[in-house]
């Protein structure tokens, strides 16, 4: 049993649990036809705390060869970037698409 419950609620662990890392994603561009250039790299600045000499070198990788990734991040933290992404492409009504994938 990995776990004991103490008086109604309260859960802790026992010492033979191995503590895990959290698991970490990566946080990919994808490439399409109509997004401009300019507004991918401003996105990467943005959003993943790139230089603009390094959001461009990803955006022509992503450019190239379809993909491309912008960070690795914990779970709830490339969750929020995805969806940061997508909700400032959608305001401005541009395709660029987003996805995380476990490393
Ligand atoms: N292929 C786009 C163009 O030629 C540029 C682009 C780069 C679009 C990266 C999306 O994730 C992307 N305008």
Redesign the pocket.
């Known amino acids: 049993m990995a776990n004991t419950k103490h008086r109604e609620n309260t859960v802790l662990e026992n010492q033979t649990d191995k503590p895990k890392p959290p698991s970490l994603y990566k946080v990919m ?9 300019e ?2 790299v401003e ?1 990467i600045q943005r959003f993943f705390n790139k230089t603009r000499e390094q959001a461009t070198q990803i ?2 990788k ?2 190239t060869e379809g ?2 990734i912008c960070g690795v991040y914990p779970h709830g933290i490339a969750e929020t970037k995805v969806n940061q992404v997508l909700g400032h492409a959608r305001e401005h009504h ?1 395709p ?3 996805a995380m994938e476990e490393v």
């Open positions: 561009l994808l490439n399409d036809d109509y997004t401009p250039m507004f991918v996105v955006m022509l992503v450019h993909a491309g541009h660029l698409q987003c």
